[in-house]
């Protein structure tokens, strides 16, 4: 992980997506002694006469021990034949003397240095890092708008008279100004859903449905704040959320559902919110994911 980035009074942490997270599961496969020169001729008859690989395109085929003149190739996943029916392909074959062995792959790609280091002692792996996981960076001035949106929230928080003490705000990373702030409001209404996170996306709709009636009425609109009535048709696309505490898996989902770009929370949820321990803002069966920071007061390292 790269290391935090200090924006004024806050550091700024990046969240680990769900890749990131992974530990090494393994797969058993068929694999086989070949010298170097069978190398191409085995892995031709691997590809006409055995299953392919499936989902295992990160393994390489050949491994090679170090300072060994003998080649260990895989033939096929165990899943796809068993013993006896890969005996049965091999038979009468310039293979049927194979010196054959269960071996263990990696069933997923390393994401990380520290998985591929882990998983290449298992079998030879390649590693492509993904561009989501390249070390973010701030301008000067996005620094300043951080700080500015994270202390906003904070100075909302300190002012919650009762109730659940968590506050939310939104912002516009174009223009750099909060265009919608709440706090969290399930007490004083007696409504589980007004969440602080929810209440702010409520604020923006609100102001989406009256921006759509004066485009209506053909009088003079103001422009959009937000996302809402962008090429994308989201409320929130691209926008950025600020909130004294991570989002819960109900405000997480609705984050998702609004197209945002960004998330930046305080104070991890104690007992797991959507994002430290189901990972909404990269889980791969959602259709939208977004990047998240942990922020803590300079001097207090995020968890």
Known sequence: MAEPICCGDYLVERVPVEEERQKLEIEEVYTAQITPQQTARALQFASKMLP???GLEHVKRIKRETGD????????????LDRDQLDGRLRDTEWADLDIA?????????YTREQFDEWRTLW???????VKLKAPSFSDDEK????????????LQEGAASGRSVAAAIGNPNTRQVVAEARDATAESGNPLRHAVLCCISLVAEREVAREADRAQKRPASPPETGGGGDGGYLCDSMDVFTTREPCVMCSMALVHSRIGRL?????SSGG??????????????NHHFVCFQCT???KRAL
């Open 52 to 54: 392919r690989l499936d």
């Open 69 to 80: 003149t003998v080649l260990h190739v895989i033939l096929c996943q165990c899943k796809a």
């Open 102 to 110: 269960v071996g263990r792959v990696p069933t997923t790609p390393p």
């Open 124 to 130: 030879p792996v390649a590693y492509r890092p993904l």
């Open 144 to 155: 300043a708008y951080i700080q500015m949106c994270l202390r906003r929230v904070e100075e």
């Open 264 to 268: 930046f929370f305080i104070d991890p």
């Open 273 to 286: 919110g959507g994002i430290s321990r189901y990972s909404m803002h990269s889980r791969k069966q959602l």
């Open 297 to 299: 007061r300079a001097g």
